[in-house]
């Protein structure tokens, strides 16, 4: 016959039993939900909210996104207007996302999604997209025989990105060149790399831009000759193919105008100047597209016979 003291025993270890057994399901349950927010989060699934936003009124519009990685489209479609537009799953923690809406200067973002993001399965991208501005040429003198030291002054309503200038000349005309023809980078200096960033291990790592291409800004980077501090010596641009064979030489004149003025002074040479002879002057602005002969996003004023940017060069006479 057991004792009472038996009894008792046998119930606590009864209990004991069942509480370690709960614990042992709890640890496992917590270890598996571990486990399955830890791949989640190293998956990097997210699915991305975006938006094209203008920065002016603050309101979303429409327009059209691609999402890439190293070349490769993980999505493209419409945005929608006045509210973000769901992307659903994206697998790649780095990709470039871009924007484009009508009468806006396109955008690219270089997105690295968060832990928070990735554990959330949620991010939202506002994609800043500027209202393609207006140029206005201006010249208070006239061309006369001889020397001409002729100023320009370019004003912009808006703004104006990458704005260039091509010109054209007359038998009478000799020559016609930009004084100071130096690109200048304002408030720092042109440099041979980019994207500079803190790694794993806290060192600074740099990404070095192809033989003679320097960069002032993350978006505005140039073709350059020599560079001395916050000057580009420029290599001498292309025209674009709708003024092939219509003028002499072009220049970039600036990384970007808004709501400014800006002046240079052109050395013209004339001899034999006759009521014909005159300079044409184009000015005109370069939009960010991925040029698919490429394969890359390039700032350019043309591509497959579109005017890109203000759509319409502004052409003026010196006479």
């Known amino acids: 016959m057991k004792t009472k003291a038996e009894g008792n025993g046998w119930v606590l270890w009864l209990i004991g039993f069942i509480v370690v057994a709960i614990f042992v399901v709890v640890l496992i349950v917590f270890n598996q939900d571990t486990k399955i927010n830890s791949q989640e989060q190293q998956s990097g699934n997210v699915d991305l909210y975006l938006r094209a936003l203008e920065p002016n009124t603050k309101v979303s519009i429409q327009g059209n996104y691609r999402v890439s990685n190293f070349g490769t489209e993980l999505a493209k479609g419409s945005l929608t207007k006045e509210s973000y537009t769901l992307i659903e799953d994206i697998s790649i923690n780095k990709t470039e996302i871009y924007c484009s809406s009508q009468n806006h200067y396109s955008t690219l973002i270089h997105k690295e999604f968060t832990p928070e993001e990735k554990l959330n399965n949620l991010s939202k991208v506002d994609c800043i997209v500027e209202r393609i501005g207006k140029i206005v040429v201006k010249t208070n003198k006239n061309l006369i025989e001889g020397g001409n030291i ?120 004339t001899e034999g100047m006759n009521s014909l002879d005159k300079v044409t002057i184009y000015v005109f602005d370069e939009d960010l597209i991925l040029n698919t002969n490429t394969g890359k996003y390039e700032y350019l004023s043309e591509f497959e016979e579109l005017n890109l940017g203000t759509k319409e060069d502004v052409v003026f006479e010196l006479k």
Request: charged share 20%; aromatic share 8%.
């Open 150 to 269: 002729i100023t320009l002054t370019i004003t912009s309503a808006g703004t104006i990105k990458k704005p260039t200038m091509c010109v054209a000349w007359t038998p009478g005309v000799i020559s016609v060149n930009k004084e100071n023809p130096n690109l200048v980078c304002p408030d720092s200096v042109w440099v041979n790399y980019s994207g500079t960033y803190l790694d794993e291990k806290s060192k600074l790592q740099y990404t070095w831009l192809p033989e003679n291409t320097y960069q002032c800004t993350e978006k505005w980077v140039e073709k350059c000759q020599s560079v001395f501090g916050s000057h580009c010596s420029p290599i001498p641009l292309e025209e674009p193919a709708r003024l092939k064979n219509k003028v002499d030489k072009c220049w970039r004149i600036a990384g970007e105008i808004k709501n400014s003025e800006l002046s240079l002074n052109l050395n013209i040479k």
